[in-house]
C-alpha cells in the first residue's frame, strides 16, 4: 500500500512491486549470463547463485528435508505437480484422483481437463464460508481407493483467508494423499509466514509476489514424495524441471525473501488492514458486506467486499480515475469483469459476484490517513 508514480497501489496480491535490494541490484547491472551448466568461471558465478539462493529458501523454512525447483511462476509449478503426479500413477498402473477447492486459483481448478485426458478423476470440493471442513474432505478422500493429490491454497488470493497447516497433515495422515500447498501469496503476508508444516509433500511460491522478479518461483519438493518431473530436457535441477536454469531471476528471490525477513511487520500490516476495513464498514456499511469475515483466520493485507445493487464497472473505473489501483472479480482477456468463482463459492449470485472489490495492501508501509482520504471521495461518492 504505496504511492507508486503517484498511484496509490492496492493490487498487492496481483503483484508486487521490486524490493529495493532487487531494484538495487538490477541498476548495477551486473547482468551473470553464464549458463549454471558451464565449468568455466563465468558459468560457475550464474551456479553459485542458484545455490546461495537454495541455500536461503532452505533456511528461511528450515526446509533441508526438501529438494528446491526454480520455475517460471507458480501456474508451471502447478502444471508440473499435478501431471507429474498423474504420470506417476500411470506408471504404477494405479487409478488417480486429483483433489482441489472452489476457492483454488484458476492454475489449480482448471487442470481438470488435462488430469481427466490422463485418465484420472478431478474432484472439487466444497468450502464453507471460505474454510474447508477437515472431516467432510477426509470422507471425501477416502471415498476413492488409487493415488490421490490434493491441493491446498495456505492463503487465499482474493479473500485473504489463511488455512491451518496442522490441519491439513491431518488430513494427509488420515487419507495417505500426497499434499500440494500453494503458498504464492504466504511471503510477508501472515504471522511467521516462513514456518511452514514439514510433514507436508510440496510447496509453491511465485517471486513476482514478494518483490522478485516475475517469471520466477520455486518449488519445496519433500525428499520422501515420488513424483515425475513434467519439463524433461537436459536434466537440470536434478531433472525436477530440465531447461538452463535463469540465474539472474533465481537470485532475485534471495533478495526478496531477505528484504522480507527483515522488513515485513505483520502486527503493523494487520492494524493498517483493520483501521482501513473498520472505517470502510463503518462508513459504507449498509452498502457493502465484507466477504471472508467468518472465517477462522485471515491475512494482513486484504480486504475483499462486495458492492450491494452498483454498476462495478462504474466504481472501478472512477478508482482507477482517482489513480487507485484495485481489483474487482476476474477481469478476463476483454477486460470484461466477470464474477468471482471465490465469491460465488460464498453463495452469492452471478450479479453480487461479480461486484467484487479487492483492496490488497502491502506489507511494509503504514500510510493509513492518506489511503483513506484518496479512497474516501471515490466510495463517497459511488457507495452513498
Ligand atoms: C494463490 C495463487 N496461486 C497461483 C497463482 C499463479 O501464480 P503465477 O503468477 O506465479 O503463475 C497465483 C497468482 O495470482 C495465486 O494468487
Redesign the pocket.
Given at each position: 500500500m504505496k504511492l507508486i508514480n503517484n498511484y496509490l497501489y492496492l493490487d498487492y496480491?496481483?503483484?508486487a512491486p521490486l524490493v529495493k535490494p532487487v531494484q538495487d541490484w538490477l541498476c548495477e547491472g551486473a547482468v551473470y549470463f553464464g549458463n549454471p551448466a558451464s565449468i568455466h568461471q563465468v558459468g560457475k558465478k550464474s551456479k553459485s547463485l542458484i545455490n546461495q539462493t537454495i541455500k536461503k529458501i532452505q533456511d528461511t523454512f528450515n526446509a533441508t528435508k526438501y529438494d528446491v525447483f526454480f520455475h517460471?511462476?507458480?501456474?508451471?509449478?502447478?502444471n508440473s505437480v499435478v501431471k507429474g503426479f498423474c504420470f506417476n500413477a500411470l506408471k504404477a498402473k494405479e487409478s488417480f484422483h486429483v483433489f482441489c477447492f472452489d476457492v483454488?486459483?484458476s492454475?489449480?481448478v482448471n487442470q481438470k481437463e488435462h488430469v481427466e485426458l490422463l485418465g484420472g478423476t478431478f474432484h472439487v470440493l466444497r468450502t464453507h464460508e471460505g474454510d474447508f471442513d477437515r472431516q467432510e474432505v477426509v470422507d471425501a478422500l477416502n471415498e476413492f481407493k488409487g493415488e490421490k493429490l490434493i491441493n491446498f491454497?495456505y492463503?487465499?488470493?482474493e479473500n485473504g483467508v489463511v488455512w491451518d497447516l496442522d490441519e491439513v497433515l491431518k488430513v494427509k495422515e488420515e487419507t495417505g494423499a500426497c499434499v500440494h500447498v500453494?503458498c504464492?501469496?504466504v511471503v510477508g503476508k501472515i504471522k511467521n509466514w516462513n514456518q511452514i508444516n514439514l510433514g507436508l509433500d510440496y510447496y509453491?511460491f511465485?517471486?513476482?509476489?514478494f518483490g522478485a522478479l516475475?517469471g520466477v518461483?520455486f518449488t519445496l519438493v519433500s525428499k520422501e514424495a515420488s513424483w515425475t518431473p513434467l519439463i524433461r530436457g537436459g536434466g537440470q535441477q536434478k531433472a525436477m524441471r530440465s531447461g538452463t536454469e535463469n540465474a539472474f531471476s533465481v537470485h532475485t528471490i534471495n533478495l526478496a525473501l531477505d528484504y522480507n525477513l527483515s522488513h515485513s511487520n505483520i502486527e503493523r500490516a494487520q492494524g493498517v488492514k483493520d483501521e482501513i476495513e473498520n472505517w470502510l464498514i463503518k462508513n459504507f456499511g449498509q452498502k457493502i458486506t465484507i466477504i471472508g469475515a467468518k472465517a477462522k483466520m485471515r491475512n494482513a493485507t486484504t480486504i475483499f467486499f462486495s458492492v450491494h445493487d452498483k454498476n462495478i464497472n462504474t466504481v472501478m473505473m472512477a478508482l482507477d480515475m482517482a489513480g487507485i489501483c484495485a481489483s474487482s472479480g476476474s477481469a478476463c482477456a476483454s477486460g470484461i469483469i466477470k464474477p468471482s468463482r471465490i465469491a460465488k463459492a460464498y453463495g452469492l449470485s452471478d450479479q453480487a459476484a461479480t461486484n467484487v472489490i479487492r483492496f490488497s495492501l502491502s506489507p511494509f508501509s503504514q500510510e493509513v490517513e492518506s489511503i483513506i482520504s484518496k479512497l474516501d471521495p471515490v466510495l463517497s461518492k459511488f457507495l452513498s
Open positions: 496480491n496481483a503483484t517460471s511462476g507458480a501456474t508451471e509449478a502447478i483454488d486459483h492454475s489449480m491454497t492463503v487465499n488470493n500453494d504464492v501469496q509453491t511465485s517471486g513476482h509476489k516475475k518461483g
